[in-house]
C-alpha cells in the first residue's frame, strides 16, 4: 500500500507504510431498548476498542497505539427473535467519537506511552516472555475497555501505591486515572494574550488548548411502522428501515488517534398518546471499513 496519505515520506509523529493491503470491516453489534420517556438520554453507548475486534479477525496483534485509516461508516437497526417487542420501532442516530491525529495528539500519547515503558521496564513486569502487553487506552473514566484492557501507571513513581487507568479524555483523579488531554495541557499550558506596553490585550489566542477536542461521525438510521389512528398505538400500517454506509473520498481519509472509540445511540421517542406499553427492543450494528493503520512511534 502506498505511504502516509499520499505522501512519500510521512511525519515525525506517525511513522511508517499504512499496513494491511485489504479493506477491513469492523462491526460492533448492541442490543437497544427504547426508551419513550427520556429522549434526552442515550439509549445505548459504550467503546469499541477497533484494534482488538482487527486482531480477533486477522489472527495477529494489532496495537492500540496506531493512526487508523477509515474510509467508510454506517449504522443501522434491525429486529430479532427474543426481544421484547418491535412492532413500532423507532428512528435515531448513531455517534461515532474519535480523537484526530495531531501534533498535539500524537506528542501526548508518545510522551505517556515513553513513561509507561519505562516503569514497565523498571519493573520487569515487559519483556520477550510478556507476549501481549500493550499500551491500551480508554476513553474516559467511566468507559474503559474490556476486562484487563486498560493500562495503568503510576504516575507518582513506582513507589506509588496506587496505579491509574490511562483514559483519552476527561478529568485526571490520583490514584483513578489520568488522561491524556489532561496530562498533555498541564505540562504545555498556553501562553498568555499578547498585550500592548499599557497592559491592554492586543491579540487572544486563537486556541484554548493544544491536546485537540474528540470529533463525531453522526450515522442516522431507522426501523419504524406507521400508526394509524392517533387513539388506537395497536393499529399500524407498514413501515421502513433504512440505513448506510457512507464512504469518504479515495484521496481523502479520515485518521484517529488509538484504536479506541466512544459511541452512543439516542433515539427519537414517540408522542405520549402513542408510545407503545412495551418498549420496542431492536439490535443497533455499526459498522466501520480500515484501509489500514500507522504507528505513532517516534522515529526521526
Known amino acids: 500500500m502506498g505511504g502516509y496519505g499520499g505522501i512519500n515520506k510521512p511525519p515525525c509523529y506517525s511513522l511508517g507504510l499504512w499496513v494491511d493491503p485489504k479493506t477491513t470491516f469492523v ?8 426508551a419513550a420517556d427520556s429522549p434526552e438520554d442515550n439509549w445505548a453507548a459504550g467503546v469499541i476498542q477497533v484494534d482488538k475486534i ?3 479477525e486477522l489472527g ?23 426481544s421484547s417487542d418491535q412492532d413500532v420501532g423507532f428512528a435515531g442516530t448513531a455517534v461515532i467519537q474519535y480523537t484526530p491525529v495531531t501534533k498535539n495528539s500524537v506528542g501526548a500519547w508518545q510522551s505517556l506511552h515513553k513513561q509507561w515503558m519505562k516503569q514497565k521496564q523498571l519493573s520487569s513486569g515487559v519483556g520477550k516472555y510478556v507476549r501481549y502487553d500493550d499500551f491500551e487506552l480508554g476513553w474516559e473514566a467511566s468507559n474503559l475497555l474490556g476486562p484487563g484492557r486498560t493500562s495503568q501507571i503510576r504516575m507518582g513513581g513506582l513507589n506509588d501505591a496506587t496505579q491509574e487507568n490511562v483514559v483519552i479524555y476527561g478529568n485526571s483523579t490520583d490514584g483513578a486515572t489520568v488522561s491524556l488531554k489532561d496530562y498533555y495541557d498541564n505540562l504545555n499550558p498556553i501562553p498568555a494574550a499578547s498585550e500592548d506596553p499599557f497592559g491592554a490585550i ?8 493544544k491536546f485537540p477536542d474528540f470529533k463525531q461521525l453522526i450515522m442516522p438510521t431507522s426501523f ?36 479506541t472509540l466512544y459511541y452512543y445511540f439516542k433515539g427519537v421517542a414517540p408522542a405520549p398518546l402513542l408510545a407503545p406499553v412495551i418498549p420496542d427492543e431492536l439490535k443497533l450494528t455499526i459498522t466501520l471499513v480500515y484501509e489500514g493503520w500507522a504507528p505513532l512511534n517516534k522515529n526521526c
Open 224 to 259: 419504524t411502522a406507521v400508526t394509524i389512528a392517533e387513539d388506537d398505538p395497536d393499529t399500524y400500517a407498514g413501515g421502513m428501515a433504512n440505513g448506510d454506509i457512507s464512504w469518504l473520498p479515495s484521496d481523502n481519509h479520515l485518521s484517529h488517534l488509538t484504536g
Open 54 to 56: 482487527l486482531s480477533e
Open 60 to 82: 495477529r496483534t494489532v496495537r492500540n497505539g496506531n493512526s487508523f485509516r477509515l474510509v467508510g461508516f454506517g449504522a443501522n437497526l434491525k429486529g430479532f427473535g427474543g
Open 27 to 34: 462491526q460492533t453489534t448492541v442490543e437497544v431498548l427504547q
Open 202 to 209: 492586543i491579540k487572544e489566542p486563537k486556541f484554548l488548548n
